[in-house]
């Protein structure tokens, strides 16, 4: 179990953020929306410095987000050139964004954990039924932001994590 991050209020000028730490979003609260979440957006960065999202499927364990992709992927190779990214959910409404940087992953008592619980939620396990070429990666978060669209001001949380996370497992 990862240790809870520090939530504090985001600096967003103009936004009529509330001042005191009263609605604060619980990090249960976003825990909860990562792990039933289907898909993440993940944002990387190619080479040239352009953007690039997509969506994977992954699960959330062990406070990083595990999910996987072709090596010869677009993102793929942008992860391999530079592993800063950011996470959204698929909502606008109940908003949890991260940032922060993917490790490669290939402890095998991890990759089974990840397998068993992509299994479950999706109905396949790609630890398993690997396809040639997968590589597996943990996003470890550094930062986020979360809120409700509904009381966005008073609920508008950012979150501050604990350099804990894992390393890179294929050194």
Do not use: C
């Not at 976003?30 to 992954?58: C, E, F, M, Q």
């Not at 490790?103 to 068993?116: C, H, I, Q």
Request: net charge negative; proline share 6%; charged share 20%.
């Amino acid at each position: 179990m990862s240790a809870i991050p520090t939530a504090s209020r985001p600096k967003m000028q103009n936004y009529g953020i509330e001042a005191e730490a009263t609605g604060l979003l619980a990090w249960d609260w976003v825990n909860d929306r990562l792990i039933k979440a289907r898909s993440y957006w993940i944002a990387s960065t190619r080479p040239d410095g352009t953007a690039h999202v997509a969506p994977v499927w992954g699960v959330w364990l062990d406070g990083a987000l595990h999910f996987s992709s072709d090596s010869q992927s677009r993102k793929a190779r942008n992860l391999a050139h530079n592993p800063r990214v950011a996470l959204h959910l698929e909502s606008g409404d109940e908003v949890v964004i991260l940032e922060g940087r993917v490790v490669t992953v290939t402890d095998s008592s991890v990759l089974a954990r990840v397998g068993t619980d992509y299994a479950a939620k999706y109905g396949l396990n790609p630890v398993e039924d690997v396809m040639p070429g997968a590589v597996f990666y943990a996003l470890v978060p550094t930062m986020g932001l979360s809120w409700a669209e509904a009381d966005f001001p008073k609920t508008a949380t950012r979150w501050t994590f604990t350099p804990t996370a894992p390393e890179d497992s294929s050194s």
